[in-house]
């Protein structure tokens, strides 16, 4: 057979032609790439599927942006099950969204793109001095995301049209002045109450387990007491990091690329501006914006009759708490420095002009450019190092994306060993002893990844000690490890945890203790409220609840008004008990007009964020929207205690 194929080539080719390329049509790249994704199926919306491998792929994206955005951010609570689970619900959202934007018929034209584009800041700094896009810098930046300009113009025309489904629901929500006042005096008002506490610890003070308790709690909770499976492993990391180590420029190179980007490498030209801000949010009423810019312009006009009176103007007038006690002193800044168009004003006029009035999303703004300090032209001396990081970034860039394919087939078809990859493209073998099933506390890298460690403990790579498959833990940065040696999961003896045992007995007794006599007071305590003992009465409420628990309030705030004073019993857990009775309801502390205005401005957000939440529920249901995994169960503080203590 395989002779036949040799002999006759053009023949195989012209036949396998015929097989694939109906596939494309049918179903385009995209329906074919799914056709070989063997990936379970997570969710559905308008019976469109979205693969596991979708799911983990938008969660790298949104942890990459996370940690870009936040760099002192805990990696391991990005990779946490609440995390991803939050990943995907907002990729079943935007599909959702999709899928309205489309029966609507809703889009984005090019010009709306462009304008997103352009203020885009990422992009906006692309740009050269004469305004035009640095194309080659704007296709980098895209590859280095794993994404070409058609695909990144595609998503944002995507979210452009998306966005336009709950505009109509968004733009249009209010709420009287009187309803919000009704439901914020109603949800902050406060009420007097007594409390009687139960602590565990108080109990658990009185208990002295026998060795026979200790024992039987321990065979009722084997699991609570086991040390988990641990491994020794060793794993290599292919990244751009990596390859730049090992890329050496040559001096002509380094010349010929400052001749190529010496204006787009030196320092930026800097300006020094005084304004004047009339503040007016672009979410503010018409009139009172109009308002805002009328006194703008009797301003500008004011300082442009008398240049020399605009920092005592900006200091009795300015709506700037930074800038208004320096006279409107803004002190140096580049052009990326400041929103648009405060920057674009300020950077086209003339040292000592003073500008017309500049709206920005701030309100209204009067300019006056006091100085410019004009960037020295660095010598190819002086910017070599830098110049030599940037060449060898887009090398190592480039040598990644062209042997990231030969990194993934080596580890699978050598998988018996990372050493020949290792050898082949320059690798260092890492090592790590006590490797666990999920990421111990503070970990970082490799080995704080789900997804690598998940691949690690799989049971082909357990049994075989094969490597595993190449793994992307983030972006442009792959790993592949095996297990040199394993230990399964076991449970410690009763003699190497007997403290803990006791301690965890004390703890569900004394709770349990504490809850027993809790609610025998209760009961007593309603049948003859004279015989009750409190502590001393104080007011909460939910803005106000004096350092007591959120479940205690939360009880007070529940009691039936009309049937004061009223009992109740709140279980608080592994910290035992509390019994409040509420006195009486008092109403809240009046508030400035001011704070009442921001008060109901918020009330109206929450309100429209109910109705917008209210709209797209509504089409979850109608595009069929359904999430196949369960949703994590958050783990309560005495159930992370408990768990924490082995």
Same mark, same amino acid.
């Given at each position: 057979?395989?002779?036949?194929? /040799?002999?006759?080539?053009?023949?195989?080719?012209?036949?396998?032609?015929?097989?694939?390329?109906?596939?494309?049509?049918?179903?385009?790249?995209?329906?074919?790439?799914?056709?070989?994704?063997?990936?379970?199926?997570?969710?559905?919306?308008?019976?469109?599927?979205?693969?596991?491998?979708?799911?983990?792929?938008?969660?790298? /994206?949104?942890?990459?942006?996370?940690?870009?955005?936040?760099?002192?951010?805990?990696?391991?609570?990005?990779?946490?099950?609440?995390?991803?689970?939050?990943?995907?619900?907002?990729?079943?959202?935007?599909?959702?969204?999709?899928?309205?934007?489309?029966?609507?018929?809703?889009?984005?034209?090019?010009?709306?793109?462009?304008?997103?584009?352009?203020?885009?800041?990422?992009?906006?700094?692309?740009?050269?001095?004469?305004?035009?896009?640095?194309?080659?810098?704007?296709?980098?930046?895209?590859?280095?995301?794993?994404?070409?300009?058609?695909?990144?113009?595609?998503?944002?025309?995507?979210? =452009?049209?998306?966005?336009?489904?709950?505009?109509?629901?968004?733009?249009?929500?209010?709420?009287?002045?009187?309803?919000?006042?009704?439901?914020?005096?109603?949800?902050?008002?406060? #009420?007097?109450?007594?409390?009687?506490?139960?602590?565990?610890?108080?109990?658990?003070?009185?208990?002295?387990?026998?060795?026979?308790?200790?024992?039987?709690?321990?065979?009722?909770?084997?699991?609570?007491?086991?040390?988990?499976?641990?491994?020794?492993?060793?794993?290599?990391?292919?990244?751009?990091?990596?390859?730049?180590?090992?890329?050496?420029?040559?001096?002509?190179?380094?010349?010929?690329?400052?001749?190529?980007?010496?204006?787009?490498?030196?320092?930026?030209?800097?300006?020094?501006?005084?304004?004047?801000?009339?503040?007016?949010?672009?979410?503010?009423?018409?009139?009172?914006?109009?308002?805002?810019?009328?006194?703008?312009?009797?301003?500008?006009?004011?300082?442009?009759?008398?240049?020399?009176?605009?920092?005592?103007?900006? #200091?009795?007038?300015?709506?700037?708490?930074?800038?208004?006690?320096?006279?409107?002193?803004?002190?140096?800044?580049?052009?990326?420095?400041?929103?648009?168009?405060?920057?674009?004003?300020?950077?086209?006029?003339?040292?000592?002009?003073?500008?017309?009035?500049?709206?920005?999303?701030?309100?209204?703004?009067?300019?006056?450019?006091?100085?410019?300090?004009?960037?020295?032209?660095?010598?190819?001396?002086?910017?070599?190092?830098?110049?030599?990081?940037?060449?060898?970034? !887009?090398?190592?860039?480039?040598?990644?994306?062209?042997?990231?394919?030969?990194?993934?087939?080596?580890?699978?078809?050598?998988?018996?060993?990372?050493?020949?990859?290792?050898?082949?493209?320059?690798?260092?073998?890492?090592?790590?002893?006590?490797?666990?099933?999920?990421?111990?506390?503070?970990?970082?890298?490799?080995?704080?990844?789900?997804?690598?460690?998940?691949?690690?403990?799989?049971?082909?790579?357990?049994?075989?000690?094969?490597?595993?498959?190449?793994?992307?833990?983030?972006?442009? !940065?792959?790993?592949?490890? #095996?297990?040199?040696?394993?230990?399964?999961? #076991?449970?410690?003896? =009763?003699?190497?945890?007997?403290?803990?045992?006791?301690? /965890?007995?004390?703890?569900?007794?004394?709770?349990?203790?504490?809850?027993?006599?809790?609610?025998?007071?209760?009961?007593?305590?309603?049948?003859?409220?004279?015989?009750?003992?409190?502590?001393?009465?104080?007011?909460?409420?939910?803005?106000?609840?004096?350092?007591?628990?959120?479940?205690?309030?939360?009880?007070? =705030?529940?009691?039936?008004?009309?049937?004061?004073?009223?009992?109740?019993?709140?279980?608080?857990?592994? !910290?035992?008990?509390?019994?409040?009775?509420?006195?009486?309801?008092?109403?809240?502390?009046?508030?400035?007009?001011?704070?009442?205005?921001?008060? /109901?401005? !918020?009330?109206?957000?929450?309100?429209?964020?109910?109705?917008?939440?209210?709209?797209?529920?509504? =089409?979850?249901?109608?595009?069929?929207?359904?999430?196949?995994?369960?949703?994590?169960?958050?783990?309560?503080?005495?159930?992370?205690?408990?768990?924490?203590?082995?």
């Amino acid at each position: 057979m395989f002779d036949f194929i /040799r002999k006759h080539t053009k023949i195989t080719m012209g036949f396998l032609f015929l097989l694939i390329v109906p596939s494309f049509i049918l179903f385009g790249m995209d329906g074919y790439n799914k056709s070989q994704d063997k990936s379970p199926v997570v969710a559905k919306v308008d019976g469109q599927e979205i693969l596991q491998s979708e799911w983990d792929l938008a969660h790298l /994206r949104e942890v990459d942006k996370l940690k870009a955005s936040m760099p002192s951010l805990d990696a391991k609570l990005l990779d946490s099950p609440e995390a991803r689970y939050a990943t995907l619900e907002s990729l079943v959202r935007d599909r959702v969204l999709t899928a309205a934007a489309i029966k609507s018929k809703l889009g984005a034209s090019d010009e709306r793109l462009a304008r997103e584009l352009q203020d885009t800041p990422e992009i906006a700094s692309l740009r050269r001095a004469d305004g035009t896009l640095d194309m080659e810098r704007y296709r980098q930046l895209l590859s280095s995301q794993g994404m070409t300009p058609d695909m990144f113009e595609a998503n944002v025309r995507t979210d =452009l049209s998306n966005r336009q489904v709950l505009l109509g629901v968004m733009g249009s929500g209010f709420a009287s002045n009187a309803a919000a006042d009704t439901a914020l005096n109603a949800y902050f008002e406060k #009420r007097e109450i007594q409390i009687a506490r139960f602590a565990s610890a108080d109990y658990a003070a009185k208990l002295n387990p026998t060795d026979a308790d200790l024992e039987a709690f321990y065979k009722a909770n084997a699991n609570l007491f086991q040390a988990p499976e641990q491994a020794t492993i060793e794993y290599v990391l292919f990244d751009v990091e990596t390859i730049k180590k090992s890329i050496k420029v040559a001096e002509a190179d380094l010349k010929t690329y400052f001749d190529q980007n010496a204006q787009r490498l030196s320092a930026k030209e800097e300006r020094r501006a005084s304004h004047i801000l009339i503040a007016s949010p672009k979410s503010a009423p018409d009139a009172d914006r109009q308002k805002a810019k009328a006194r703008a312009t009797e301003l500008a006009a004011l300082v442009k009759k008398s240049p020399d009176t605009f920092a005592d103007v900006a #200091r009795k007038n300015s709506q700037d708490p930074g800038s208004a006690p320096t006279g409107g002193d803004l002190d140096f800044f580049p052009r990326d420095a400041m929103v648009k168009p405060f920057s674009d004003a300020a950077f086209v006029m003339k040292k000592g002009d003073i500008s017309d009035v500049v709206e920005s999303e701030f309100g209204y703004h009067i300019i006056k450019l006091t100085d410019i300090k004009t960037p020295k032209q660095r010598s190819f001396e002086e910017m070599k190092p830098e110049l030599e990081a940037d060449v060898k970034k !887009q090398q190592a860039q480039k040598k990644f994306t062209e042997t990231v394919e030969g990194f993934t087939n080596s580890v699978y078809e050598q998988a018996d060993s990372l050493k020949p990859t290792a050898d082949r493209l320059g690798l260092d073998i890492k090592t790590a002893t006590g490797v666990t099933r999920n990421p111990a506390p503070g970990m970082t890298g490799a080995l704080a990844s789900a997804k690598f460690l998940n691949a690690l403990f799989a049971p082909d790579t357990i049994e075989k000690k094969r490597n595993t498959e190449a793994v992307e833990v983030a972006s442009n !940065q792959l790993v592949s490890g #095996r297990i040199t040696q394993y230990t399964p999961a #076991r449970t410690k003896p =009763l003699a190497e945890v007997k403290d803990i045992v006791r301690q /965890r007995w004390l703890d569900q007794r004394g709770a349990e203790e504490a809850r027993k006599d809790g609610m025998a007071k209760l009961a007593a305590w309603k049948a003859a409220p004279a015989s009750a003992v409190l502590a001393e009465t104080l007011s909460v409420s939910r803005d106000q609840p004096q350092k007591q628990p959120l479940q205690l309030v939360d009880a007070a =705030l529940r009691a039936d008004a009309t049937a004061l004073p009223a009992f109740a019993g709140i279980d608080l857990g592994a !910290q035992g008990y509390a019994i409040v009775n509420v006195l009486k309801v008092l109403p809240r502390d009046a508030s400035l007009e001011a704070t009442a205005k921001q008060e /109901r401005s !918020q009330y109206t957000q929450w309100w429209t964020a109910a109705e917008s939440l209210a709209y797209y529920n509504v =089409l979850k249901e109608r595009f069929k929207a359904e999430i196949k995994v369960a949703k994590p169960i958050r783990i309560k503080a005495d159930q992370l205690q408990a768990t924490t203590t082995q």
